[in-house]
């Protein structure tokens, strides 16, 4: 990932669990929302039972595992989930349960330790490692009412940044992220099965992949109605899968027709969803989404994305197969260490980054 020069003086950052702990009942004026922003919670559903108008499940082990008519459905209903969503969650996946447990306990270690503690790994500013706030790059910015701690799995990784505490932490994200590597690497197998393409045709043009790992903590908010978890944005991977913590209130909230649809959360099953890279690849047949997080009264809520992309030498234009008359080119070529240096440069704002690749 890019450096980018330190600003002069740093700005400074409230954290939000701190803010929390002090004052639970205040929010600083830079939290707060402009109205157009603010999320409306009244549409947060407070029953968890799936309607048809959820998020569709894709069953992985029907996938890998089924029968060549139950593989061929699944593919089917793989690629509608990829074209009318963007976003899908998955079951019965091959990750151990044991395991998703046990990168959630981690991840809740590292988030209670002591600020002091944390802050020996503070964000890198200019990347999404270490940990506080990313992309914040004026006082005047708002901000998001979250705590993240990013780290690179591949390919450049800050040694210093692993932290000690709590015990057994680098173990468990390493094992996890072996786990999501090999299921990101079967899902880009599917997905181009989906779209009429060989298994292997993105593994084959990715090159060394670039993983990162980024876990995200929510204080509860005492006016949720005004600040935002995470600010609009799509995800500049190629796919991304996101765990959204047993006993998470809901959260994750995507944009579809205009609506903001939240994300019920289903136990043990991963988020899904494609990235900037398969939208431009596929010159727009599968979009990366838009999505946000918005925060509760009462509850934290915790979510840990893995992001899969990549690698930075490698040149991205639309494939040929999805470039004709009736589907002109949509975006120029570029190079994605290009691109990543483009996201890490202005705050989350919805698609913008992309739409600069936009041909016009
Ligand atoms: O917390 C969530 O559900 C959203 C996280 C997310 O979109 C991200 O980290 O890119
Ligand atoms: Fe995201």
Same mark, same amino acid.
């Given at each position: 990932?890019?450096?980018?020069? +330190?600003?002069?003086?740093p700005?400074?950052?409230?954290?939000?669990?701190?803010? =929390?702990?002090i004052?639970?009942?205040?929010?600083?004026?830079?939290?707060?929302?402009?109205?157009?922003?603010?999320?409306?919670?009244?549409?947060?559903?407070?029953?968890?039972?799936?309607?048809?108008? !959820?998020?569709?499940?894709?069953?992985?082990?029907?996938?890998?595992?089924?029968?060549?008519?139950?593989?061929h459905?699944?593919?089917?209903k793989?690629?509608?989930?990829?074209?009318e %969503? *963007?976003?899908?969650?998955?079951?019965?996946? !091959?990750?151990?349960?044991? /395991?998703?447990?046990?990168?959630?306990?981690i991840? =809740?270690?590292f988030?209670m330790?002591? &600020?002091?503690?944390k802050q020996?790994?503070?964000l890198?500013? *200019?990347?999404?490692?270490?940990?506080?706030?990313?992309?914040?790059?004026?006082?005047?910015?708002k901000?998001? %009412?979250?705590?993240?701690?990013? &780290?690179a799995i591949?390919?450049v990784?800050?040694?210093h &940044?692993?932290p000690?505490?709590?015990?057994?932490?680098?173990?468990a994200v390493e094992?996890?992220?072996?786990?999501?590597?090999k299921?990101?690497?079967?899902?880009l197998?599917?997905?181009?099965l989906?779209?009429? /393409?060989?298994?292997?045709?993105?593994e084959?043009?990715f090159g060394e992949?670039?993983?990162?790992?980024?876990?995200?903590?929510?204080?509860?908010?005492?006016?949720?109605?005004l600040?935002?978890?995470?600010?609009?944005?799509s995800?500049a991977?190629?796919?991304?899968?996101l765990q959204?913590?047993?006993?998470?209130?809901v *959260?994750?909230?995507?944009?579809?027709?205009?609506? %903001?649809l939240? +994300?019920?959360?289903i136990?043990?099953?991963l988020?899904?969803?494609?990235?900037?890279?398969?939208?431009?690849l596929t010159? *727009? =047949?599968?979009?990366?989404?838009e999505?946000?997080?918005?925060?509760?009264q009462?509850?934290?809520?915790?979510s840990?994305?893995?992001?899969?992309a990549?690698?930075s030498?490698l040149?991205?234009?639309?494939?040929?197969?999805?470039?004709?008359?009736?589907?002109?080119?949509r975006?120029r070529?570029y190079?994605?260490?290009?691109?990543t240096?483009h +996201?890490?440069?202005? =705050?989350?704002?919805?698609?913008?980054?992309?739409?600069?690749?936009?041909?016009i």
């Open positions: 990932m890019a450096t980018l020069p +330190v600003s002069n003086p700005i400074n950052i409230d954290d939000v669990q701190e803010l =929390r702990k004052n639970p009942n205040t929010i600083p004026e830079r939290f707060v929302q402009d109205v157009t922003e603010r999320p409306n919670l009244n549409g947060i559903p407070l029953s968890l039972s799936p309607s048809p108008d !959820d998020m569709p499940i894709i069953d992985f082990s029907k996938l890998t595992k089924g029968n060549k008519e139950e593989t459905e699944e593919i089917l793989l690629s509608t989930a990829c074209e %969503w *963007g976003f899908f969650q998955i079951i019965n996946h !091959d990750i151990d349960l044991d /395991l998703l447990e046990s990168i959630e306990k991840t =809740r270690g988030f330790l002591p &600020l002091e503690e020996k790994y503070a890198i500013p *200019g990347t999404f490692q270490g940990y506080g706030q990313a992309l914040v790059f004026s006082e005047d910015q901000l998001d %009412w979250c705590n993240m701690f990013g &780290l591949e390919t990784r800050f040694p &940044l692993w000690q505490r709590p015990a057994g932490f680098s173990e094992e996890y992220s072996r786990e999501v590597k299921l990101c690497q079967n899902m197998k599917y997905i181009a989906s779209l009429g /393409l060989k298994g292997d045709v993105f084959k043009m992949t670039l993983q990162g790992i980024r876990m995200n903590y929510y204080p509860p908010c005492s006016r949720p109605d600040v935002l978890g995470l600010s609009p944005h995800d991977s190629a796919i991304t899968v959204q913590a047993r006993g998470s209130p *959260g994750l909230e995507i944009l579809k027709d205009n609506t %903001w939240p +994300v019920l959360p136990p043990n099953a988020v899904i969803n494609i990235g900037d890279t398969i939208e431009v010159n *727009g =047949r599968y979009q990366s989404v999505h946000r997080a918005v925060v509760h009462e509850k934290d809520r915790m840990i994305v893995s992001f899969y990549p690698s030498e040149e991205l234009s639309p494939m040929p197969e999805f470039v004709d008359e009736n589907n002109p080119c975006f070529s190079n994605h260490g290009e691109y240096v +996201v890490s440069e202005s =705050r989350l704002q919805g698609k913008k980054t992309l739409n600069n690749f936009a041909r």
